[in-house]
C-alpha cells in the first residue's frame, strides 16, 4: 500500500471536498479532535462556505476546484461529501494522485461505478471506504457478532426499518437534489444504510425482492417510502421499509432463528431464547440503559459545541485512518458498497416494473 506523506508532527494529512453539513457538522469536527490527523486543505464551489470554514474551522489552503487540491500534494487522504453525483468522479481523480478515500455514501450511483472505483483502489493499492457510519454502533456491532457466535441457530425471518424526517423537515432548506432520480433519492439516501446494515448482520446476501413505494412529494416522480420483501441465499425471508416524512428516526432490526431472536436499535439491543435467564434479561437493560445515557451526555455535548458528532462518526473516522496506517482492510470495503448497490439497483427496478427481480 501507498506510503503517506507526513505532515506537522509526523500528522496524517486528510482533505475535504464539499462543505455542506455532513463535512462542517460531523466529519470536520470529529478529525479536529483526533491528534494523529490534521485537516490541511478543503474544497467547495460556494464562496460563502469557504470563507465560514476558513473563519471557523482556521483550515489554511481553501480551493474552490478539487482537482487543484489534489495537483498540490498538501493531502495523504480525502473525505468526499459532495452529492452523489460527483462521488465517483472525485474518488477516481484522487485515486489516480495517490490519495485515500472515504466516499460518503452511496460510493458511486451505479454498479459498474462502484465496480470501477473498487478497481481502481486494488490497482493503486490505496484505502477506498465507503462511509457507512451506522455499522459502528456499538448495539449493531454486539448484534453482528450474535449472530455470528451461532446462538441465534438457523435464520428464519428477519424484519427491517429506517425511517426518518427526511429533506425539507429536518435536513437544511437546500434539499431539492435529494429528490432527483439520478441521485438516487430515498432509495440511495435512506435505502442504502438498511441494506448494508443487513449486509452486516445477516451471515446470508439477499438474491431476490419485490419492492412498492410511495410518492409523499408529488411535484417529483420520486418515492419517499418504500416497503420490500427479500429473499435470502438459505431461503429464510425477510421484509424492509425505509423512508422519509417521518416524525421521529427509527432505526431497527429483528432476526429470528430456531435457537432464538436478536432486537436491535441504535438505542438497545435485547437476545431472548426459550431458556433466557431473566436476570440476563434485566442485565441487558442496564447496560442498554448505561449506553443510552452516554450516548444522550455525548449527544448534549455536541450541540453545545454546535456539532452533529456521534461516537459511530468517530469510530469510523478511526477505522479509515487505522487502514491507512497499518496498510490493512479497513472493515467495509468497495466490494460491499457493490453489493449494496445491486440490491439497491433490484429495488429500484421492482419498483418500475412491479414484480420481483432476481440479483
Known amino acids: 500500500m501507498k506510503k503517506y506523506m507526513y505532515g506537522e508532527a509526523g500528522k496524517l494529512r486528510i482533505g475535504i471536498i464539499g462543505l455542506g453539513r455532513v463535512a462542517t457538522a460531523t466529519h ?15 474544497s467547495e464551489v460556494n464562496k460563502d462556505r469557504i470563507n465560514r470554514v476558513k473563519e471557523f474551522f482556521r483550515i489554511p489552503n481553501l480551493f474552490q476546484d478539487y482537482r487543484e487540491m489534489y495537483k498540490s500534494g498538501l493531502i495523504d487522504a480525502v473525505y468526499i461529501c459532495t452529492p452523489p453525483d460527483m462521488h465517483y468522479e472525485a474518488s477516481v481523480a484522487a485515486m489516480k494522485h495517490g490519495i485515500h478515500v472515504l466516499c460518503e455514501k452511496p460510493m458511486g450511483r451505479t454498479i459498474e461505478e462502484a465496480k470501477k472505483m473498487t478497481a481502481l483502489a486494488d490497482k493503486c493499492d490505496l484505502v477506498l471506504m465507503p462511509g457507512f457510519k451506522y455499522r459502528y454502533n456499538t448495539h449493531l456491532q454486539r448484534a453482528a457478532k ?19 424526517p427526511g429533506p425539507y423537515i429536518s435536513w437544511d432548506p437546500k434539499s431539492d437534489w435529494y429528490m432527483h432520480r439520478e441521485n438516487g433519492g ?57 423512508g422519509w416524512r417521518s416524525s421521529v428516526d427509527i432505526t431497527k432490526v429483528a432476526i429470528y432463528g430456531t435457537g432464538g431472536a436478536v432486537s436491535v436499535s441504535l438505542k438497545s439491543i435485547e437476545y431472548i431464547n426459550a431458556g433466557t435467564d431473566p436476570k440476563d434479561r434485566i442485565i441487558s437493560h442496564l447496560t442498554n440503559s448505561a ?69
Not at 470536520?28 to 478543503?42: D, F, G
Not at 472493515?331 to 432476481?358: N, R
Request: hydrophobic share 40%; aromatic share 8%.
Open 28 to 42: 470536520i469536527p470529529v478529525l479536529k479532535q483526533i491528534r494523529t490527523v490534521e485537516i490541511t486543505a478543503c
Open 291 to 359: 449506553n443510552e445515557v452516554k450516548t444522550v451526555t455525548n449527544r448534549i455535548i455536541s450541540i453545545l459545541k454546535g456539532t452533529e458528532v456521534s461516537i459511530n462518526d468517530f469510530q469510523q473516522a478511526k477505522a479509515f485512518i487505522a487502514a491507512i496506517e497499518k496498510k490493512a482492510q479497513p472493515p467495509v470495503t468497495g466490494e460491499d458498497a457493490v453489493y449494496v448497490h445491486k440490491v439497491l439497483q433490484a429495488i429500484w427496478e421492482s419498483i418500475d416494473k412491479q414484480c420481483p427481480i432476481y440479483l
Open 186 to 242: 430515498v432509495v440511495y439516501d435512506i435505502g442504502v444504510h438498511v441494506i448494508e446494515l443487513l449486509n452486516l448482520l445477516l451471515p446470508q446476501r439477499i438474491n431476490s425482492v419485490t419492492a412498492y413505494s410511495h410518492n409523499g412529494y408529488h411535484d417529483y416522480n420520486t418515492p419517499t417510502n418504500v416497503s420490500c420483501s427479500f429473499l435470502l441465499d438459505s431461503g429464510a425471508t425477510g421484509t424492509v421499509v425505509f
Open 146 to 164: 450474535c449472530v455470528d457466535s451461532g446462538k441465534l441457530g438457523e435464520i428464519l425471518q428477519v424484519e427491517a426499518a429506517f425511517m426518518t
